[in-house]
């Protein structure tokens, strides 16, 4: 069955970069979404197709795919995006696979 | 605008069974499949699989037959999800979650959006 990795945590400070990445075989060759959960909500998705903002989603999210790496970047960080974020794709061997999350805390 | 609302938290005891609502709105109800996904306390997401809301056609992930069953009201706009001979286990989050797009997942795609969840707890 494929299999989803990220961090279990990335911190960063207030106005810079964070990267949260998802690792799967060849995941280059599938359409990733992400989804962020603040704590006692439900996930929202902020990525969807690899690089796409769904209306309502700030510019400063952003996501890429390549290889077997596929990454959210989260730009001008501010203390609102502290989330927990997710992956998702659709593999045939386990129909639709989540990562295990990744806690974004904002320094 | 689009929106999914969930029933209230359960308290059940083991052994006891769940029916857990979803309630669409916004929208026409038959043309998004629906999803649900478990989320156990401290825990990531997990899929459960998805029912077709125009045949009402239901598809489980591994781990998910048998005790677990999804069902649709289609003249209420509502999709269910019934768990029966709950185990301390079972204690988790429950989220519907809509396709991102018509077509009942003839092309796999995201979930958009979610309902708030139910807390089922099992407990004697």
């Known amino acids: 069955s494929y299999v989803l990795t990220q961090p279990p945590s990335v911190s960063v400070a207030p106005g810079k970069t964070a990267r949260i990445t998802c690792g799967g075989n060849?995941?280059?060759?599938?359409?990733v979404h992400w989804y962020q959960q603040k704590p006692g909500q439900a996930p929202v998705l902020v990525i969807y197709y690899d690089s796409d903002r769904p209306s309502g989603i700030p510019e400063r999210f952003s996501g890429s795919n390549s290889g077997n790496t596929a990454t959210l970047t989260i730009s001008r960080v501010e203390a609102g995006d502290e989330a927990d974020y997710y992956c998702?794709?659709?593999?045939?061997?386990?129909?639709?696979?989540f990562g295990g999350g990744t806690k974004l805390t904002v320094l | 605008q689009v929106q999914l609302v969930q029933s209230g938290s359960e308290l059940k005891k083991p052994g006891a069974s769940v029916k857990v609502s979803c309630k669409a709105s916004?929208?026409?109800?038959?043309?998004?499949?629906m999803n649900w996904v478990r989320q156990a306390p401290g825990q990531g997401l997990e899929w459960m699989g998805w029912i077709n809301t125009n045949t009402g056609n239901p598809t489980y992930a591994q781990g998910f037959t048998g005790r677990f069953v999804f069902s649709l009201d289609t003249s209420v706009s509502t999709a269910y999800l019934q768990i029966s001979s709950l185990k301390a286990e079972d204690t988790a989050v429950y989220y519907c979650a809509r396709d991102g797009r018509p077509g009942q997942q003839l092309v796999p795609n995201w979930f958009d959006p979610w309902g708030q969840g139910t807390l089922v707890t099992v407990s004697s």
């Open positions: 060849n995941i280059g060759s599938k359409s």
């Open positions: 998702q794709v659709w593999d045939s061997s386990s129909d639709h696979l």
């Open positions: 916004g929208y026409t109800f038959t043309s998004y499949a």
